[in-house]
């Protein structure tokens, strides 16, 4: 057995966890009151990765399912799966070492993501100085979120068939229903943002000038902050094929950029509640 691979990747699993401790991975005790000082939270990205550790960290697997513990092993060190795989020998140690690395470190994996929704702008609210959404696209009473990971539809470790309990697609489940089809913009802001956004579509064809290309025109970005606590059994899935973990969590913040580079914010609202200060009697 070649002893030398499995102490290289201890010895990395022992640096990623010191880094995991050390605050490369922030991580919070599950509640949906926040205290009124706000503190800086990070939201990671929707990458299939961060999606199978957040499976770990919810308990979505057995330690003792060593498929699960193999299939971690192809989405988050392909190389090392590629090479020892098909080695028992070799895997066995790297298989072990990987357990201790979940048990040890599964609470600080990510629970907090962001992700990216298109939306489109509608009229224009003088009275309330505002964007109404486009019809299409406003959100009335909305429970569940589909969060699409990178890896939808792109191979993973050279495989482009689903890896078996790793879905690709979150299904998140809020806590409370969301109601999205207003946000604020100051009318100076508003009318720059149009200008640019509707040059283009302003000199298209007559025939060309349908809804979908004034919709896409218009289109603007909402970024949904949320946090996750629980893994829902079971799996479930879509007409189109792909699998869904369902997942339940807190919608904590929002904002909207004009541009998908998020180079330019047009509004941002915290949606977390807030500790209520008892008053002292007397």
Known sequence: MKLNAILKYVLFLSLFSFAINAGGIQAADVTEETSDKKEKEVYHDATFENFSKAYWRFRKFDIEDNQAIDNYMRINECDLYKEYFHNEFEWTGIRNATKEFLVSNNKKFPENFQFMQPISLGEYDFEKK?????E????HGVKRFEITSDKLGANVCGD????????????LELTR???FDFFEVDPGLAEDVLSEKMDEYENLPAANKTRKSFLDAREVYMIAKVKMFAYKPEDFQHRQGYYLAKMLGILE???????KDKKQLLFRKDLRR??????KEF
């Open 130 to 134: 505002g964007f109404k959404l486009a």
């Open 177 to 179: 229903p969301l109601t």
């Open 274 to 279: 807030k500790k209520r200060t008892k008053t």
């Open 160 to 171: 482009i068939m689903p890896i078996y309990n790793y879905p690709k697609v979150i299904a």
């Open 136 to 139: 299409e696209y406003a959100l």
């Open 253 to 259: 913040e929002i904002e909207v950029y004009a541009d």
